[in-house]
């Protein structure tokens, strides 16, 4: 304890911790206040940033601020989703397992006990789809399978395109993995795939 003014002002080592509304008790020669309005608080946690995770779901790390000491009193979402298997890696860094999902900008919600970020723009993404292979139609048309990664498990939410064509009647044949679609007739080669799911594009 260190006195910066005598009489009125104090500094001391708060312990780590987490909460809000923590009474403060000042003891002076066996004498203690008694004024309950006198309370503590340590701060808010904050995130700065997330890992992406595949559609399937999985492991991701959370870094970020005042996450506290005891991992049982925190809880974390992801778009609304309970991220589960929480670990406390240090007091600014977690990891947590995401479920299956698909879609970009999902708000991370981290709240250690009480506390919740209030920060809006702290917000986590599923990896993009990938294509690996896709089968040749005839030029009259048909359907064509495309096999990749991260398609997820919601065929609605898949567009593809090729060649600037859009490829219709989507199904997923293997959910995050293999689906098939129905191209009109033309001709050519070496035509791009356009793969969007929820939003996120494939860059390859």
Same mark, same amino acid.
């Given at each position: 304890v260190e006195l910066i003014i005598n009489h009125t002002t104090l500094t001391c080592l708060a312990a780590s911790g987490y909460g809000d509304h923590i009474h403060i008790?000042?003891?002076?020669?066996?004498?203690?206040?008694f004024d309950e309005n006198e309370i503590f608080a340590y701060g808010v946690p904050g995130v700065t940033s997330s890992t992406s995770a595949? #559609?399937?779901?999985?492991?991701?790390t959370i870094t970020g601020s005042n996450f506290g000491d005891d991992q049982?009193? /925190?809880?974390?979402? /992801?778009?609304?989703? =309970?991220?589960?298997? /929480? =670990?406390?890696?240090? =007091?600014?860094?977690? #990891?947590?397992?995401? #479920? $299956?999902?698909a879609g970009k900008n999902k708000h991370i919600n981290v709240t250690v006990g009480a506390?919740?970020?209030t920060d809006t723009n702290s917000l986590f993404s599923y990896l993009?789809?990938?294509?690996?292979? =896709?089968? %040749?139609?005839?030029? $009259?048309?048909g359907i064509i399978t495309i096999s990749g990664s991260n398609f997820g498990t919601n065929q609605t939410q898949i567009t593809v395109d090729i060649g600037g064509v859009r490829c219709v009647e989507v199904e997923l044949i293997d959910?995050?993995?293999i689906?098939?679609?129905?191209?009109s007739?033309?001709?050519?080669?070496?035509?791009?795939?356009?793969? %969007?799911? %929820?939003?996120?594009?494939?860059?390859?």
């Amino acid at each position: 304890v260190e006195l910066i003014i005598n009489h009125t002002t104090l500094t001391c080592l708060a312990a780590s911790g987490y909460g809000d509304h923590i009474h403060i008790n000042v003891t002076v020669d066996g004498l203690s206040n008694f004024d309950e309005n006198e309370i503590f608080a340590y701060g808010v946690p904050g995130v700065t940033s997330s890992t992406s995770a595949p #559609t399937q779901g999985g492991t991701i790390t959370i870094t970020g601020s005042n996450f506290g000491d005891d991992q049982t009193q /925190i809880r974390v979402d /992801i778009g609304g989703v =309970s991220c589960a298997n /929480i =670990s406390l890696l240090a =007091s600014t860094m977690l #990891t947590c397992f995401v #479920t $299956e999902g698909a879609g970009k900008n999902k708000h991370i919600n981290v709240t250690v006990g009480a506390q919740s970020n209030t920060d809006t723009n702290s917000l986590f993404s599923y990896l993009a789809p990938t294509v690996e292979t =896709s089968t %040749s139609p005839p030029t $009259e048309g048909g359907i064509i399978t495309i096999s990749g990664s991260n398609f997820g498990t919601n065929q609605t939410q898949i567009t593809v395109d090729i060649g600037g064509v859009r490829c219709v009647e989507v199904e997923l044949i293997d959910d995050h993995t293999i689906f098939t679609c129905k191209i009109s007739a033309g001709t050519g080669y070496r035509r791009h795939v356009n793969i %969007s799911v %929820s939003g996120l594009l494939n860059m390859d």
